[in-house]
């Protein structure tokens, strides 16, 4: 069965539960650098085979990075010109996608930070 457009909803969905995590974890103002090593942590893969792209050293550097950004693949299919561009449309798309997802990660969670009352839970 086909179901044309699930995988653009379901990528969206999986981008806003990545958003709520990341708002949800930046709740204190001390975890600003928890957040950037959870980001860095979590993206980590992806940034390695981005080094590994530019510099040539693993040949299937690409096909492991398109790999690291399935969830979000089917993005880059609303891209009109994605075809006509070739390889050096996609590589950077892939690129932009490893950074993108930190992004997405870490701006709620930098965003949100505020100051935890510590008499907050009393109150209610």
Do not use: C
């Amino acid at each position: 069965m086909n179901y044309p457009g699930l995988d653009i909803v379901l990528a969206f969905l999986y981008l806003i539960i990545i958003w709520n995590e990341g708002k949800n974890n930046g709740i204190d103002k001390n975890s600003q650098i928890n957040d950037f090593f959870v980001t860095l942590i979590w993206q980590l893969p992806g940034l390695l085979l981005i080094a590994f792209l530019i510099s040539n050293t693993f040949f299937y550097a690409i096909f492991v990075l398109e790999l690291w950004i399935t969830p979000v693949l089917p993005f880059i299919s609303l891209f009109p010109v994605g075809m006509q561009r070739g390889d050096i449309f996609y590589t950077w798309t892939f690129i932009l996608a490893v950074l993108w997802l930190a992004g997405v990660y870490l701006l709620p969670a930098l965003l949100s930070i505020r100051k935890i009352d510590p008499l907050d839970h009393m109150r209610h």
